[in-house]
C-alpha cells in the first residue's frame, strides 16, 4: 500500500535562515512522482515542487529543493532564506501510477517563519 | 498554470438540506477531476474520482450515495452533498490535470469551498 509521513506537526524558522521538511514514502510501485504543496491560511493549494521517481538530480524551483533519497525512501523540502510569508502548512504527496494519477497526501507540517 | 475554479467558495445550509459544489477547468478540458476533503488542522482526504462520461470512483469508506458525483462535461464536475449534517461540515477542495501538460502531471487545485451544516 502507498503511503505518506511527514513526522513534523510543527517547525519553526527565523527569517533568511533555512529550514527543511521532512517527508518518507512508502509504495512498491516503480514509477510514481512526488509533490510538495503549500496550504496559507486562505485555503489554497500552491504547487511548490516535483520530483519524478526515475529522475536522476534532486528537483529544484527558486528557494525549494528537494533532497530525494530514494533508497531511503524520502523526499525533505528544503526552503532557502525563509520569509516571512512561507508561513503556512506544507503537504507532501505521492502520485503512483494507475488509479488516474491520484494523489495521496502526508499529515503535513506547519512551519512558522519568525522575524 | 492552469485554473480551476470552485463555487461556492463559502455555503451554510440547515441540516437536512443538499449542497451542490462546482468545479470547473477555465483554461483546459479536464477527463479527470478529484474530489478532496479537509477537516480543521488535517490533510486532504481524496474522497473520489471524477470521470468524464462514466461513473465516479470513490474512495474506501466514502459513500456514493451521500457524495454525488457528476463530471457532465471536460470542464465541470459537480459534488452533491445530499440531506447534509453537521458532521459533513468541512472545505471540499477539488483539482484537476490537464492532459496536455507533459512532464510531472500536475494537479491543479480549486480554492476550496467551506461548508458548514448548522
Known amino acids: 500500500a502507498q503511503k505518506i509521513t511527514q513526522t513534523q506537526p510543527g517547525m519553526f524558522v527565523q527569517e533568511k535562515e533555512a529550514v527543511t521538511l521532512d517527508c518518507t514514502y512508502d509504495?512498491?510501485?516503480?514509477?510514481?512522482?512526488l509533490f510538495w504543496y503549500k496550504q496559507p491560511s486562505s485555503g489554497e493549494m500552491i504547487f511548490l515542487i516535483y520530483?519524478?521517481?526515475?529522475?536522476?538530480q534532486n528537483a529544484t524551483e527558486g528557494r525549494y529543493s528537494l533532497n530525494f533519497q530514494k533508497a531511503r525512501k524520502s523526499a525533505n523540502l528544503v526552503i532557502s532564506a525563509s520569509q516571512l510569508g512561507d508561513s503556512a502548512m506544507y503537504f507532501c504527496a505521492m502520485r503512483f501510477s494507475g488509479g488516474y494519477n491520484k494523489l495521496i497526501f502526508g499529515a503535513g507540517t506547519r512551519l512558522a517563519v519568525h522575524p | 498554470g492552469a485554473v480551476v475554479s470552485q463555487h461556492p467558495s463559502r455555503v451554510i445550509c440547515k441540516s437536512g438540506t443538499s449542497v451542490k459544489i462546482e468545479c470547473r477547468s477555465l483554461d483546459f478540458q479536464a477527463t479527470t477531476m478529484f474530489w478532496y476533503r479537509q477537516f480543521p488542522k488535517q490533510s486532504l482526504m481524496l474522497m473520489a474520482t471524477s470521470n468524464e462520461g462514466s461513473k465516479a470512483t470513490y474512495e474506501q469508506g466514502v459513500e456514493k450515495d451521500k457524495f454525488l458525483i457528476n463530471h457532465a462535461s471536460l470542464t465541470l464536475s459537480t459534488l452533491t452533498v445530499t440531506s447534509a449534517h453537521p458532521e459533513d461540515s468541512s472545505f471540499y477542495i477539488c483539482?484537476?490535470?490537464?492532459?496536455?501538460?507533459?512532464?510531472?502531471?500536475?494537479?491543479?487545485f480549486g480554492p476550496g469551498t467551506r461548508l458548514t451544516v448548522l
Open positions: 520530483q519524478g521517481s526515475y529522475d536522476q
Open positions: 483539482s484537476a490535470r490537464d492532459p496536455a501538460e507533459g512532464g510531472n502531471n500536475e494537479q491543479f
Open positions: 509504495t512498491s510501485d516503480p514509477s510514481y512522482g
